[in-house]
């Protein structure tokens, strides 16, 4: 039950105090925030982001390469119900369609939405890494970690600069 959880939980939290230095423990606490998407999903949504700023939309082509194929994936895990809701409003929150109808030989997106600034906004905000100033003894998987929020960010406030969207 959930008292025999919490006493696992305990116990792992004090092996791990144990089997950590105080100083690993420590960086732990003040730079590894905890994450909302899978890394290997926020490089693809960045990527699509680099996408939107390119061509003005996120109509990925199928055959585009990964990403074509990884935008193909998003519509598919909605269409089964197995898409994340925070995905899903990341994805609508840049104007991604995540529903599509055929249109002649093309698949094209059911509804256009715009991107939008509010949310997008919101998004900088909670992505933005809160320390730029990572030691060079901390772990790899961490400074990956806040380089892709780094990468995010920048990709994201790109599309506003771009634009001149200012999302007050």
């Known amino acids: 039950g959930l008292k025999t959880r919490v006493n696992v939980g305990i116990r792992l939290a004090e092996a791990l105090q144990e089997y950590l230095d105080s100083d690993s423990v420590r960086l732990?606490?003040?730079y590894d925030k905890a994450k909302k998407v899978d890394a290997r999903w926020q490089a693809r949504y960045t990527e699509l982001v680099h996408y939107l700023i390119e061509h003005g939309n996120c109509n990925v082509p199928s055959k585009y390469g990964?990403?074509?194929?990884?935008v193909g994936e998003q519509r598919r895990k909605h269409k089964q119900g197995r898409m994340p809701q925070l995905q899903k409003e990341y994805l609508e929150i840049i104007g991604f369609a995540l529903t599509t109808k055929r249109v002649g030989n093309e698949w094209l997106p059911d509804e256009y939405s715009k991107p939008d600034p509010k949310s997008?906004?919101?998004i900088i905000d909670d992505e933005k890494p809160r320390h730029h100033d990572l030691p060079s003894s901390a772990p790899e998987?961490?400074?990956?970690?806040v380089r892709a929020d780094r990468d995010l960010v920048e990709a994201?406030?790109?599309y506003l600069d771009k634009f001149e969207i200012n999302p007050c």
């Not at 990964?66 to 990884?70: E, H, Q, R, T």
């Not at 998987?141 to 970690?145: D, E, F, H, Q, V």
């Open 28 to 30: 732990m606490q003040t």
């Open 120 to 122: 997008i906004a919101r």
């Open 156 to 158: 994201l406030q790109e």
């Open 66 to 70: 990964p990403l074509g194929n990884w």
């Open 141 to 145: 998987g961490m400074k990956m970690r």
